[in-house]
């Protein structure tokens, strides 16, 4: 992903430089460049069908790793020429040429190895049938099995505060309407789906309702021939007819048809649980016939967008449960139901459960936790302390459940999803300030159609809400998205995968961080302590940094002669309201390539203001 975001940024910072100073781009830099420019094309489509393909994932990794280094080399040396862009125009083509000189025969190596393992790649493809996949399978991956089922067996004795979902979606799964009708449940992972879901299969009315139950579950990777093969193993286990011998030797359009005709004549439910994909949905929606007898279709999802797809009239959301459910839960999967917790415990045991957010998962974890410790008050207060690090210590039982929805997203969103790490815990994100740094950052790629880079923005974030990554917050009176934010079990996902793809360095503690330029090749930073006014830090930071976010709740002061070694700075925001310059100060109008800069001061906005070329936002406050 690393990879994708510097080919983008690669291709923006290209089209840009050329676009600012095409007089100044001749002769055999031009053709460097355009070069260059198809190469970073290639890669980026490359990327983009490595993610979706069978490629082999060391491989894949190993690419990702060289070409992300060779594209941010490449980019870095255009920003710095570009820096010196008031240099003569042979000046500036002889270093640019000099400079792009080894970088460019480089990627051109990378950009054949890669062709020659395409070429290997397809070949072998077309000579082994085990391949090759029918039109709309993927590959059934264990990791994403093993977190579905540990999804499920955490969720399966949640009871607390689905009694009103209970009862909606049965009363929709048993109106009178005749024609087939299909019922749909969204929500983020964890929050209960596939519980609500499993409930209504369950209740008593629903199974004197229909003559047959059946429940398929598609996950994230989804196959065709196990998706029939289960709804055949409910259906012959309920009709007492074995139709599953010799199933072996019949192909997928065999066994499609041996469902079809099962189905035909009684009035069945089917469950169709954890679907990611309207095209999933459209391989397998022809496989349930309409009768005309009342029969239903119940589907989980955490897509939006793919129950939106399914059913555009009514689709069920899930909410997050309430204060008083979120403590039932965390109680009685402590005690037991059955059993009086301490009354000293109650305080705390309620806080607790508020800092879960009303996400079942987190409850369930937590709560697993909780049961291992003395019930005493001190331990509970500890826990509560470091709810954080206990959520990031059970990985499978947690993060990696969220983490399916992250992995499914396409290149281009997640970038957007992990950036939300650089805000501190429960921050609100007013949505134009999100789209203006996305921009900034240089992860919106420049559309064909005629829509502008912050309309493109807003689609990636309608997206992200859709997938239940992003939480709306408030909306303006015409249903526009004002603030939006992130759960903070995602935001602890969030973090991790942003430290192991060094997408994003984030500081937490007020100790001086420790990492050095060459253990760390960040280049994006957020300050989230209550003191970042040591220049040591900065001093540790690589020069090549491409933002910096500073938060504190307390008043500091950061010199601004520390952000001089920044050249190539494109973000600099600080959200302190307590921190104010009593002017903007010379240092930083000189930083040539900033896009966003977020700051207070004292003083009028000075006129040295307008050397920031690249200035995309400006958020100047006067204190």
């Known amino acids: 992903m690393e990879a994708y975001i510097a080919v983008i940024s690669l291709l923006q910072t290209l089209e840009q430089f050329q676009e600012r100073h095409p007089v100044l781009i001749q002769g055999q830099t031009a053709k460097t460049l355009e070069s260059l420019h198809n190469t970073a094309e290639y890669f980026q489509n490359f990327l983009e069908e490595a993610s979706k393909s069978r490629f082999d994932p060391e491989k894949i990794k190993s690419f990702e790793e060289i070409i992300r280094s060779a594209a941010n080399d490449a980019e870095d040396v255009i920003e710095m020429c570009w820096t010196c862009v008031n240099a003569s125009e042979s000046s500036l083509n002889k270093n640019l040429r000099r400079n792009l000189r080894p970088v460019v025969k480089r990627i051109n190596t990378i950009r054949n190895e890669v062709m020659e393992t395409v070429s290997d790649f397809s070949t ?43 009862e909606i979606i049965v009363r929709r799964l048993t109106e009178p309407l005749s024609d087939l009708q299909i019922v749909t449940i969204s929500g983020m992972g964890g929050i209960g789906k596939t519980t609500l879901a499993r409930k209504a299969h369950d209740h008593l009315k629903i199974r004197y309702h229909f003559d047959i139950r059946v429940w398929v ?51 069945y439910l089917v469950v169709v649980d954890d679907i990611w994909s309207t095209d999933v949905w459209d391989s397998i929606r022809a496989i349930f016939p309409d009768c005309n007898n009342k029969s239903r279709i119940l589907l989980t999802t955490r897509e939006t967008k793919v129950a939106i797809y399914v059913n555009p009239v009514s689709p069920h959301e899930m909410n997050t449960l309430n204060l008083e459910n979120s403590w039932k839960l965390l109680r009685d999967k402590v005690f037991g139901p059955k059993y009086d917790h301490p009354p000293e415990l109650e305080e705390i045991g309620k806080q607790i459960a508020e800092k879960c957010q009303g996400l079942p998962l987190t409850i369930s974890v937590i709560a697993g936790h909780l049961s291992k410790v003395a019930r005493t008050l001190e331990s509970w207060m500890d826990v509560s302390r470091t709810m954080g690090e206990i959520i990031a210590s059970h990985p499978d039982k947690c993060l990696g459940v969220l983490g399916l929805s992250y992995h499914n997203l396409p290149n281009h969103l997640k970038p957007c999803f992990l950036s939300m790490g650089s ?14 740094l996305w921009i900034a950052e240089g992860f919106i790629r420049r559309p064909e159609s005629d829509k502008s880079l912050e309309e493109v923005a807003e689609d990636y974030l309608e997206d992200l809400i859709s997938r239940n990554l992003i939480i709306v917050n408030k909306r303006r009176f015409n249903s526009e998205i004002k603030v939006c934010g992130m759960h903070d079990l995602l935001r602890e996902f969030c973090l991790t995968e942003v430290e192991m793809k060094k997408f994003l360095h984030v500081e937490r503690t007020d100790v001086v961080l420790t990492l050095s330029t060459q253990k760390y090749n960040g280049r994006r930073f957020s300050f989230q302590i209550n003191s970042y006014s040591d220049d040591r830090r900065f001093k540790l930071l690589p020069s090549v940094a491409r933002s910096i976010y500073l938060f504190s709740k307390t008043h500091n002061f950061v010199r601004p002669e520390v952000f001089s070694r920044f050249q190539l700075l494109r973000v600099l925001a600080v959200f302190n309201e307590n921190e104010s310059y009593h002017s903007i100060p010379p240092v930083i109008t000189k930083l040539f390539h900033l896009r966003y800069l977020q700051v207070r001061s004292l003083a009028k906005l000075p006129a040295s203001i307008s050397e920031l070329q690249n200035l995309q936002t400006l958020i100047y406050e006067r204190s």
């Open 217 to 267: 579950t598609i996950s994230q990777v989804y196959g065709s021939r196990n998706v029939l093969l289960e709804a055949l193993h409910c259906i012959s286990k309920q009709t007492n007819i074995d139709i599953e011998k010799d199933y072996e030797k019949k192909d997928d359009n065999e066994l499609a048809d041996l469902v079809q005709k099962k189905l035909k004549g009684p009035r």
């Open 423 to 436: 805000f501190p815990e429960d921050y609100q994100a007013e949505t134009w300030r999100l789209i203006q």
């Open 124 to 166: 072998s493809s077309r000579n082994d049938h085990r391949f090759l996949e029918s039109v709309g399978d993927f590959l059934i991956d264990s990791t994403s099995s093993r977190s579905n089922r540990m999804l499920q067996h955490l969720e399966g004795d949640i009871v607390q505060g689905l009694d009103e979902d209970l």
